[in-house]
């Protein structure tokens, strides 16, 4: 079975500073991985994913991704914050042979965005 | 507009009395499925639905209970609530099993 970690519970960045948000994975096979971003209040709402290809994905708001198979990391980066960017932050990943079916989100890290 | 529509956004309840929290999605979508949101512990995935009358566990479905009579509605059923379900609950559903999860707005339940 597939499980996630997001070893960062808490991450405070400075407006305008770059970002970036750890996700490590465990699955035996190619994995689906997934961001969500969750607004206060809200829904999740997809950020980006990585099916196969090009391990570097571009996703919506300024965010990217890259797949790294030999650290089974997909971190999550942003050049620049804004403040509208505080928010939860899920990592998730599916398996190849059930997809959605059995798709495991991590704990979350929660992203403070200090002026 | 393409939208999960969740009811009710905020609930609470008394050990034992029977509830049912109700999800529907415009979108035409095939697959369907439960989260349980609680602090520290991310999501976890309850029930999920492929297609009408086809529906599965998750990783937590002790305690309940889902029906998918109709495509646009996956309703999540507590015959008996007890307090360890006091949590956010999140309906999400896509096209197919392998595509983008849209989320309703969630529902805030808790059983005192």
């Known amino acids: 079975a597939q499980s996630v970690t997001q070893p960062d519970i808490h991450i405070t960045v400075s407006e305008g500073a770059s970002l970036e948000l750890r996700c490590n994975y465990s699955y035996g096979a190619t994995p689906y991985l997934f961001w969500y971003v969750q607004s206060p209040g809200q829904g999740l709402q997809l950020l980006l994913k990585?099916?196969?290809?090009?391990?570097l994905v571009q996703g919506i708001k300024g965010f990217e991704a890259e797949f790294k198979r030999s650290q089974s990391s997909f971190n999550l980066r942003k050049p620049s914050v804004h403040w509208s960017d505080a928010a939860e932050y899920f990592c998730a990943v599916g398996a190849m042979n059930t997809g959605f079916q059995k798709l495991v989100f991590g704990t979350g890290t929660r992203l403070l965005v200090s002026p | 507009e393409a939208q999960v529509t969740q009811n009710p956004r905020y609930l609470i309840t008394v050990t034992g009395k029977k509830l049912t929290v109700t999800c529907s999605q415009n979108?035409?979508?095939?697959?369907m499925s439960w989260y349980r949101q609680d602090p520290g512990l991310g999501l976890r995935q309850i029930y999920y639905?492929?297609?009408?009358?086809?529906?599965d566990k998750g990783d937590v479905p002790e305690g309940y209970k889902v029906s998918r009579k109709e495509k646009r509605n996956f309703p999540l059923i507590l015959e008996s609530p007890s307090p360890n379900q006091t949590s956010l609950y999140f309906c999400?559903?896509?096209?197919?099993?392998?595509?983008?999860?849209?989320f309703g707005s969630g529902t805030q339940l808790s059983v005192l």
């Open positions: 990585y099916f196969s290809g090009d391990t």
């Open positions: 639905s492929m297609n009408v009358e086809v529906t």
């Open positions: 999400a559903s896509s096209r197919t099993g392998n595509e983008k999860l849209f």
């Open positions: 979108m035409n979508h095939e697959y």
